[in-house]
């Protein structure tokens, strides 16, 4: 039996040890754009593309990212935190395994990683929002992707597509070597799923013993009809410093703010 809610997980439990010692006190998901934090652009980009509620999965003794969330609450949204269950094994796709009573109860569900931010949307949550329309019968996946340096790729999955039907997902790499591919789509942290994904989630070699939800969703696309969506926006990170930096430079472009005038500023 399913549900007619479309409930979106916001994954948050990642160790961030790029961003160590800093990250043992403070979520990386916590890291602010403009005056919001990350996860909290993730909430609402979600719930503007019509997520009936918003599940922030935290990692075990997160006390932060749940305070934020419950003053969120407290203003009417509708997101809630839990506390991720390692049992089922490490990786990115571990938060969905500890949800996944609910969301297998679900038609479709979304997944947005809380430290990936989707900026310049017009309207905020359009990615989301066009994604959930692809999600036509017979459809068991969308992942939102883009194009990036070909000299990038052995950081990212990079989707192949069918020759014939260019928004078909036929596999997915795992950091393949830059001379392998032309012209690489990365997949961004955005997906539409059907609860078929679940059974699917489980460690492999292929992420080093993790649970990976990118591996799991390259298999559906071999056995499944999985279809791809070229993100409008600028997609930003804040996983590292490098790319957090990036992402504070590339938000301030995109709302430059008038200087303050004598009336603005704290006597």
Not at 19 to 48: D, R
Not at 115 to 123: A, I, K, N, S, W
Request: hydrophobic share 40%; aromatic share 4%; proline share 7%.
């Amino acid at each position: 039996m399913t549900t007619t809610g479309f409930p979106a997980v916001v994954t948050a439990a990642g160790a961030a040890t790029r961003f160590q010692p800093f990250s043992s006190t403070v979520p990386k998901e916590m890291l602010p754009l403009g005056h919001i934090p990350a996860v909290e652009h993730v909430i609402v980009e979600c719930l503007a593309a019509g997520a009936s509620e918003v599940i922030v999965v935290t990692r075990p003794g997160d006390h932060i990212i749940p305070m934020h969330v419950r003053g969120l609450r407290a203003d009417g949204l509708p997101v809630e935190t839990v506390e991720e269950d390692l049992s089922h094994g490490y990786g990115n796709a571990t938060p969905l395994l500890t949800v996944r009573d609910r969301l297998a109860a679900c038609e479709t569900f979304t997944v947005a990683f809380g430290d990936d931010v989707l900026l310049g949307e017009q309207p905020q949550g359009r990615n989301l929002a066009t994604m959930r329309e692809q999600m036509r019968p017979g459809t068991e996946a969308v992942i939102a992707a883009q194009r990036i340096d070909p000299n990038d790729t052995r950081s990212f999955g990079i989707l192949d597509t069918d020759p014939d039907q260019v928004q078909r997902v036929i596999g997915i790499r795992q950091r393949p070597d830059p001379e392998t591919v032309d012209e690489p789509l990365a997949v961004v942290s955005r997906l539409i799923l059907r609860p078929s994904i679940l059974d699917r989630l489980r460690p492999t070699e292929l992420a080093r013993g993790e649970v990976d939800l990118g591996v799991a969703a390259g298999q559906l696309a071999t056995e499944a009809r999985v279809a791809v969506h070229g993100i409008a926006g600028h997609w930003v990170t804040v996983g590292d410093p490098r790319h957090y930096l990036d992402a504070l430079h590339t938000y301030w472009n995109l709302n430059t703010r008038e200087p303050a005038t004598t009336g603005d500023r704290h006597q």
